[in-house]
T-cell receptor
């Protein structure tokens, strides 16, 4: 049973470009969460999605960031017009339901130059 | 604001030692507390604790929750160099199943 998959593992973008991060949850999991980990900081919640629905986006910056989890295909975290402060590790997690343990993917390390 | 605090921030021990990692929390609508181990990649799930006083155990690792005093401990006995990692504590908070994480305890086990 494959775990949570994320790609790319490393992404380099110049300031002003767009970054697209992908997450495929574990088989049988319909709940997806995105977290961001800044250097020397803990994991911070960004957004919680189920298929075709955003359940909680209270941790998402109001501008430039968006997320989706379509009926088919992976969940996408999209960052438009990236800035240096967006450089971080972005982790995706999935679970089979509310308040179940969350399993994390290997993360995407975004570097903005 | 929901808060999860871990201590110590870092710890260096010798192989074979026993360590205790602490996690205290102040959160609204507490449901469960989770422990993860993070090496240079994805956090790996260790335990989820929902009830007070019931120890969860997996090999040399064990954990317990005290909902009255709002804390949990993670014990590792007979530590090995492979236990070197950052140990993260997190709680479900509020009405959505998002996790609030502490900043972690960095454990280094030396020979």
């Amino acid at each position: 049973n494959a775990g949570v998959m994320q790609n790319p593992r490393h992404l380099v973008r110049r300031r002003g470009q767009e970054a697209r991060l992908r997450c495929s949850p574990m088989k049988g999991h319909s709940h997806v969460y995105w977290y961001r980990q800044l250097p020397e900081e803990g994991l911070k919640f960004m957004v919680y999605l189920q298929k075709e629905n955003i359940i909680d986006e209270s941790g998402m910056p109001k501008e430039r960031f968006s997320a989706e989890f379509p009926k088919e295909g992976p969940s996408i975290l999209r960052i438009q017009q990236v800035v240096r402060g967006d450089s971080a590790a972005y982790f995706c997690a999935s679970s089979p339901g509310h308040y179940y343990e969350q399993y994390f993917g290997p993360g995407t390390r975004l570097t903005v130059t | 604001e929901d808060k999860v605090v871990q201590s110590p921030l870092s710890l260096v021990v010798h192989e074979g030692d026993t360590v205790t990692l602490n996690c205290s929390y102040e959160v609204t609508n507490f449901r469960s507390l989770l422990w993860y181990k993070q090496e240079k990649k994805a956090p790996t799930f260790l335990f989820m604790l929902t009830s007070s006083g019931i120890e969860k155990k997996s090999g040399r690792l064990s954990s317990i929750l005290d909902k009255k005093e709002l804390f949990s401990i993670l014990n590792i006995t007979a530590t090995q160099t492979g236990d070197s990692a950052i140990y993260l504590c997190a709680t479900f908070t509020g009405t959505a199943s998002k996790l609030t994480f502490g900043t972690g305890t960095r454990l280094q086990v030396t020979l």
